[in-house]
C-alpha cells in the first residue's frame, strides 16, 4: 500500500506526471466530425511544426498509438523498397529501428557504439561517401536507453551535404531540447505526446518535410501506418482516416499552451537541466555513480550504476520508493548493472529534492551503506 494519497511521481522515461490542467482538458466527448475537435487537431499539428522552426516547408502528421507506432510508419513510408537505411546505433531505440526494417524487409545496414559513446558525424561521413546506395541515415537525438544526447546537428549537415535524408527519433528530446529545422537539415523528425511534451499517452507525430513526404505515395507496407495516406487524408477533409483519439489531442493542445507558457523549448529545457542537475548532484552526495559525463548526459533521464554493497536490491529499492511516492526505472543497459531517474515531466527542483530525501530514506531501511559500483576487477577487462 503507498504511503501517500496522491498519484506516485513519475521518474521514469514516460509515460509522465501531467499537470491537473492538461488532465482536465479531457472531460469533454468530442466526435471525429466535431468542428470544435478538428480545430484544436489543425492547431496542434501548427504548433508542432513551430516547436520544429519548420515553417511552410514542412508538415505535421500525426498517428494513433504510441512512440513505436510512429517511429515503424516513418520507417515505412519514407523508406522505399529500393532504399538502403544506415542506421545508428547506441541503444535500444536504434536496435528497434534496424528490427522495424527487418519486419518490413527494407534494406540496411549499423554503425554501432557502445551505449556511452555518443554518435560520430565523421563515421557517417565516411560512410555515405562509401555506400552510394545509402538513401536514408536513422539516428535517435537523446538515447533513452542511456541518457545519452547525440550530436544531430552535426550529423545533420553531413548527411544533407550528401544529399541523403536525415530522419530523427527525436522522442524523448522533442520539448525541451533544441531542434531547429533551420539549423539542422533533417528529412523528418518523429516524437509523441507525452515526453518532454507532457501531454497525455496515445499519439505520436511526424514533423517532415512537405515534398520528401509527397514523394512517398505507396511505400508504406501497412495501411494503419502509413503517414503519407494520414496526410493526405487529413489534408483533404480536415479529418483522421480512423478513430482519432480526441481526448489525447485536446489534452494536448492544453500541454502546448502550457509548453508556450514556460517559454517554449528553452523554458522546458531550462527546468529539466535544474531537475537533472538536482538529481545528480543529489545522487552522486550519496555515493552513487551515474554512467555518464556530464558532457555528453542529456537533461531526460540519468543512468546509475548498480551498488555494490550486498544490502542493495533493486527490486526492494523500486518497491520502496513507490510507497513513498516515486516510481524510478530499471536499466536498460547490455554494458552494465543499472537502473534509471527521469528528471522530465510536470515536476521541479522541490520534487526532485523530495525524491532525493525517499531514497536517502530508503537506502538507510535497507541497511546499505556504500552505493558506490562494484571496481571493475582488471583482470576482466
Ligand atoms: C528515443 C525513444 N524512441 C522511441 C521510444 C518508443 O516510444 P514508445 O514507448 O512510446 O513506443 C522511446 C520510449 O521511451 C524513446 O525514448
Known amino acids: 500500500m503507498s504511503q501517500v494519497s496522491r498519484d506516485p511521481w513519475l521518474l521514469t522515461p514516460g509515460p509522465l ?62 523508406l522505399p523498397a529500393n532504399g538502403r537505411a544506415l542506421i545508428l546505433i547506441n541503444g535500444a ?42 538513401t536514408h541515415v536513422f539516428g535517435v537525438h537523446c538515447e533513452t536507453t542511456s541518457g545519452i544526447l547525440n550530436p544531430v546537428e552535426e550529423i545533420a549537415k553531413v548527411v544533407a551535404a550528401h544529399g541523403r535524408q536525415y530522419v530523427i527519433d527525436a522522442m524523448s528530446s522533442f520539448g525541451a531540447i533544441e531542434l531547429d529545422a533551420g539549423k539542422t537539415p533533417f528529412a523528418a523528425a518523429v516524437a509523441s505526446s507525452n515526453k518532454c511534451l507532457e501531454g497525455v499517452p496515445g499519439v505520436g507525430f511526424i ?103 550486498p544490502a542493495f536490491e533493486f527490486n526492494a529499492f523500486y518497491r520502496k520508493l513507490h510507497e513513498r511516492g516515486y516510481i524510478i526505472y530499471p536499466g536498460k543497459l547490455t554494458v552494465a548493472d543499472s537502473f534509471r531517474i527521469g528528471c ?16 536517502k530514506t530508503t537506502l538507510d531501511e535497507m541497511g546499505v551503506r556504500q552505493c558506490a559500483p562494484a571496481v571493475p576487477d582488471p583482470a576482466e577487462a
Not at 501548427?46 to 522552426?53: D, F, P, Q, S, Y
Not at 518535410?209 to 496526410?231: H, M, T, V
Request: aromatic content about 8%; glycine content about 8%; some cysteine.
Open 93 to 134: 531505440y536504434g536496435k528497434r529501428m534496424a528490427k522495424i526494417c527487418d519486419y518490413y524487409g527494407r534494406s540496411y545496414e549499423v554503425l554501432a557504439w557502445p551505449e556511452d559513446v555518443p554518435n560520430d558525424a565523421r563515421a557517417v561521413d565516411a560512410r555515405l561517401a562509401a555506400e552510394p546506395a545509402l
Open 17 to 78: 506526471t501531467t499537470s491537473l490542467s492538461v488532465k482536465q482538458a479531457m472531460l469533454h466527448d468530442w466526435g471525429s466530425r466535431d468542428e470544435a475537435f478538428i480545430a484544436i487537431n489543425a492547431r496542434v499539428r501548427e504548433k508542432l511544426v513551430a516547436i520544429a522552426g519548420g515553417g511552410d516547408d514542412f508538415v505535421c502528421v500525426p498517428m494513433q498509438g504510441s512512440g513505436t507506432f510512429s517511429i515503424e510508419a516513418a520507417i515505412g513510408t519514407l
Open 344 to 359: 522530465i515531466g510536470r515536476l521541479g527542483e522541490a520534487q526532485m529534492k523530495a525524491a532525493l530525501e525517499a531514497i
Open 207 to 309: 514533423i517532415v518535410r512537405k515534398d520528401i513526404l509527397a514523394a512517398c505515395e505507396g511505400n508504406a507496407p501497412s495501411l494503419s501506418l502509413d503517414f503519407y495516406d494520414q496526410w493526405r487524408a487529413m489534408e483533404a477533409n480536415a479529418q483522421w482516416r480512423f478513430t482519432p483519439p480526441v481526448h489525447c489531442i485536446a489534452a494536448f493542445e492544453q500541454a502546448l499552451r502550457e509548453h508556450e507558457a514556460e517559454g517554449g523549448v528553452a523554458g522546458r529545457g531550462r527546468r529539466y537541466r535544474r531537475n537533472c542537475r538536482v538529481l545528480v548532484e543529489g545522487m552522486r552526495a550519496l555515493g552513487f555513480a551515474t554512467l555518464l559525463p556530464d558532457a555528453l548526459q542529456a537533461p531526460i533521464i540519468v543512468t546509475f550504476h548498480m551498488p555494490a554493497d
